[in-house]
């Protein structure tokens, strides 16, 4: 499109097209268009969303901040709810952010009027093991320009189980290999 938003898209042939227009901030907005005779000018507006913000804190269980966790934004295909004539639409894409030292994280430039998906974690080293803790996924679907700065996501702190492994003659025995099974 031109500095005035005009467009002109020519050599189209006879019968049905999809027209989409694509901004830099990942909003897409279609139209069909059906060219039924030789010649034929064709005249469709597309109206493209303006981008939107989200900010919020990662708590632990306690309600202190996650300083260093990972905030971790996407949108694809299935959250997009599918490209109906002249309803705006987004590519599929993904966002990462690192809380700061209060556990707050910020996006900027994010597609409005579609389901986005939210999950915090953070990787939690102890000894030779590394783990990942994880939050809750969450789903949050922002309006054009709406900056909003109220989300609160949390992860809870892992449980633990310990104790020995001993043999029938109560020895302890090494090398056993365990693992936790949910029920």
Excluded at 139 to 153: G, H, Q
């Amino acid at each position: 499109s031109d500095a005035e938003g005009a467009y002109e898209l020519a050599g189209l042939s006879l019968g049905p097209h999809r027209v989409e227009a694509l901004a830099p901030w990942d909003s897409r907005v279609g139209v069909s268009v059906t060219v039924e005779e030789e010649g034929e000018e064709l005249e469709r507006d597309l109206q493209l969303q303006l981008p939107a913000s989200l900010a919020g804190n990662v708590m632990n269980g306690a309600g202190l901040g996650v300083a260093g966790a990972v905030v971790e934004l996407r949108w694809d295909e299935e959250l997009i709810e599918g490209a109906l004539e002249g309803e705006a639409g987004v590519q599929a894409g993904e966002r990462t952010a690192r809380c700061d030292l209060n556990g707050r994280f910020r996006f900027e430039e994010l597609p409005a009027g579609r389901w986005l998906r939210i999950l915090a974690y953070r990787t939690h080293t102890e000894g030779a093991s590394e783990i990942e803790l994880l939050g809750r996924t969450q789903t949050v679907r922002l309006a054009s320009e709406e900056e909003r700065e109220d989300l609160t996501l949390r992860i809870e702190e892992p449980s633990r189980v310990s104790g020995e492994v001993r043999d029938p003659f109560g020895q302890p025995v090494a090398g056993v290999e365990l693992t936790v099974l949910r029920r």
